[in-house]
């Protein structure tokens, strides 16, 4: 079992930025991949970012350029660097363990609680 703790969320103005944490613990590995969604009001949980375990990092395409993930295996933390926040960007934001880099929730095994953003404009 893996637990997961989100923290870091909050209220920002257009154009800010905050910097969300995961820890996890429990049966963690190196090997496992870590991942950020999130479910903005009344919809979806979509994809946002994942770090893999060589390191190499995927991102949605409405937060490239201004997300950044991160990891520290050590820790068994993984953060998402949000920068230039836009209002759409308000949502809950989870992160996920699992052993695959992928888009797909189905994918992941294990989740946070989640975090809420909110991006006032």
């Known amino acids: 079992q893996v637990h997961l703790v989100e923290s870091g969320g909050g209220l920002v103005q257009s154009g800010g930025s905050l910097r969300l944490s995961c820890t996890a613990s429990g049966s963690m590995s190196a090997m496992n991949v870590m991942g950020w969604y999130r479910r903005a009001p009344g919809g979806d949980r979509e994809f946002v970012a994942v770090m893999d375990n060589d390191g190499s990092t995927s991102y949605a395409e409405p937060v490239q350029g201004r997300f950044t993930v991160s990891r520290d295996n050590a820790k068994n933390t993984v953060t998402l660097q949000m920068n230039s926040l836009k209002p759409e960007d308000t949502a809950v934001y989870y992160c996920?363990?699992?052993?695959?880099?992928?888009?797909?929730?189905?994918?992941?095994?294990?989740w946070g609680q989640g975090t809420q953003v909110t991006v006032s404009s």
């Open positions: 996920a363990v699992g052993n695959v880099a992928s888009v797909v929730a189905a994918h992941y095994d294990y």
